[in-house]
């Protein structure tokens, strides 16, 4: 199941149980340790891609919350500058 490298791992993947013989006492090997950075590795990397992707979207959302604020403010002081002046 890993062999693909664009696929996400799987828990037992990620967690070491499952067929693979990896919770088993001497059949682990030097292997397994390798995959497991490798795991780490990717879970780390999708990690930070979504990171970065919820950064920017809450970036747009601060500047439309931004702006909408302004704008309001406008609107009121116009309400009033028309009201006071009548």
């Known amino acids: 199941m890993g062999s693909k490298k664009d696929a996400a791992p799987t828990w037992?993947?990620?967690w070491g149980s499952g067929g693979d013989g990896s919770s088993k006492k001497?059949?682990?090997g030097s292997g397994s340790g390798e995959k497991k950075t490798t795991v780490a590795g990717n879970v780390?990397?999708?990690a930070s891609?979504?990171?970065v992707k919820?950064?920017?979207a809450a970036m747009v959302g601060a500047?439309?919350?931004k702006s909408g604020t302004s704008s309001g403010i406008k609107?009121?002081?116009e309400q009033y500058q028309k009201r006071a002046s009548k």
């Open 12 to 14: 037992a993947e990620q």
């Open 26 to 28: 001497g059949g682990a």
């Open 44 to 46: 780390k990397a999708a």
């Open 49 to 51: 891609e979504s990171l």
């Open 54 to 56: 919820a950064k920017a």
């Open 63 to 65: 500047q439309k919350v």
């Open 75 to 77: 609107w009121v002081k």
